[in-house]
Every structure is written in structure tokens, then in C-alpha cells.
């Protein structure tokens, strides 16, 4: 469920949205992820009253933010990638384990992860589902000794 608030004629607080989340796309077996809200621009406008969730059709916004909750499922299949954002992710429910370049880290629910542009999986070893709540932030673009480490995956 997302409720997204917003202001009447007034300016007074109302719930603008109230809903079970209506985006919810699958890019690869035992995945499924739901964009809750987006901002294409820094500072948002909160004045805007187009429904932020609409606008996403990649996995981050340039000049952007993306707030999604993804869910992985036992046996995911594997996608390492880069995405040209900082992201944020707090683990809901569940374990997985993050695969980096040569090396793994087991999170569990309650664990936080700031992935700041590098190359990386979500892999499920597990039996149950693991829910995880991004909040990607456009960055810069990444320069490692002369090479750019473009986004990919």
C-alpha cells in the first residue's frame, strides 16, 4: 500500500493517493519490484500533481530520485549491474546476499546498504522472499583512473 500526501484548494494536508501500488514489473524469474514515487529533478516540486510513480521506465532517473521496493525471490536469477545513482536500501524481510566484485555480504532484515555506483547482484540462497526498500539519487557519473565506470547490467 502507498499513500501519498498532498494539499487541496486550500492548502490544506490531504491524502492524495491511497492504494495498493500499481507498478509493479518482474525483469527476470523470482523478481518483482514496485516504483512507489519519483522526482525528476533537484529540489522536487511538491506542488506537482502528476503521480511521481509514472514516470519510471528504467532502474534510475537521471537528475532524479526512484523510491521502489523490490522483492527476491528463493533462486533469483542473477543480474550483476551498475546503476548511475547512489542508492539506499534497508532490507524489510528476509536474507540475501550481495555480490560484489570478489566478494559477498549476507545482509538480514534491518540491515542498511549505501551502494554508491559499484557493480553488484541480490542473490537469494535461501527459502523465503526478501523484501528490500530502495531510494536511488542520481550521481555523478564515476571516473576510476582514467576510466569511466558507465552504468550497465
Known sequence: RRV?????????????????????ISRRAQHQSCVVWASDRFPTDNQDPKDGSQMVSQTSLDNGSIFRISEYGPGVISRMHRTQSMDYAVILSGEIDMELEGQVVRLRQGDVVVQRGTMHN???????PCRIAFVLLSAKKLEFQGMNLEEEG
Open 4 to 24: 501519498v500526501t498532498g494539499h487541496n484548494q486550500e492548502g490544506r494536508a490531504i491524502v492524495a493517493i491511497d492504494e495498493t501500488c500499481k507498478q509493479v
Open 122 to 128: 541480490w542473490v537469494n540462497p535461501g527459502t523465503q
